[in-house]
C-alpha cells in the first residue's frame, strides 16, 4: 500500500519506495559480488570460527586481570605485606601493560607470525597461576610484570586479527 507513494529524492524529482528498494538491492548485490568471503558458506563459517576464537581469546586473557585483587588478601599476610606494597603489585601490572604494549606491538607487526596472540595468554595464564604460590614479594612482582608483558602482548595481535577478519565496507 505505501510502497507506491511518491518520495522526494532531493532534487525535485519523485521516485517510488519501490523503485528505491530496487536500487538498494541491486547496490548490496553489487557490493556483495566484489567480497569474495560473502560467496562461499564455508568461508563465512571459517570467518565466523576464527572471529570467535580471538574473542574468546581476548575474553580469557582480559578476565585474568580480575585474579589480582581477588589473591591480594592470599598474598598480603603470607608474604606480610603492606598496604603500599600491594598496592605496587596492581601499580606494577598497569605501568607494565601500557609501556610494553606499544612495544609490542611493533614487534608484532614486524613477525609474519601470530606467536603473540598465542603466547600472549599462556603466558598471562601461567604467570597468574603462579602468584598466589610466590614465595617472595620480588617474585610476586616479576610473576606480575610476567602476566602483564603477556596481556600487553595479545593486545595489538589480536586486534589486527579482528581488523583482518572483519569484511571491508
Not at 586473557?61 to 600491594?86: K, T, Y
Not at 612495544?103 to 595468554?121: K, N, Q, Y
Amino acid at each position: 500500500p505505501w510502497a507506491d507513494r511518491a518520495v522526494s529524492v532531493g532534487t525535485g524529482e519523485k521516485e517510488t519506495v519501490r523503485n528505491m528498494n530496487a536500487r538498494v538491492e541491486t547496490n548490496s548485490s553489487v557490493k556483495s559480488s566484489l567480497r569474495p568471503d560473502r560467496q562461499n558458506g564455508s568461508e563465512e563459517r571459517s570467518v565466523l570460527y576464527k572471529t570467535n576464537l580471538v574473542s574468546l581469546g581476548h575474553l580469557l586473557n582480559d578476565l585474568h586481570s580480575a585474579f589480582l585483587p581477588a589473591f591480594l588478601p592470599e598474598i598480603v599476610p603470607r608474604l606480610g605485606l603492606s598496604l603500599a606494597q600491594a598496592g605496587f603489585l596492581n601499580s606494577m601490572s598497569g605501568f607494565v601493560n601500557m609501556t610494553a604494549q606499544p612495544l609490542l606491538g611493533h614487534l608484532a607487526d614486524l613477525s609474519p607470525a601470530p606467536v603473540f596472540i598465542i603466547l600472549g595468554p599462556i603466558l598471562t595464564a601461567l604467570a597468574i597461576a603462579f602468584l598466589p604460590l610466590a614465595p617472595s614479594y620480588a617474585i610476586a612482582l616479576v610473576l606480575v610484570a610476567l602476566w602483564a608483558l603477556g596481556s600487553s602482548a595479545y593486545h595489538p595481535q589480536g586486534n589486527a586479527a579482528m581488523g583482518h577478519l572483519s569484511p571491508p565496507g
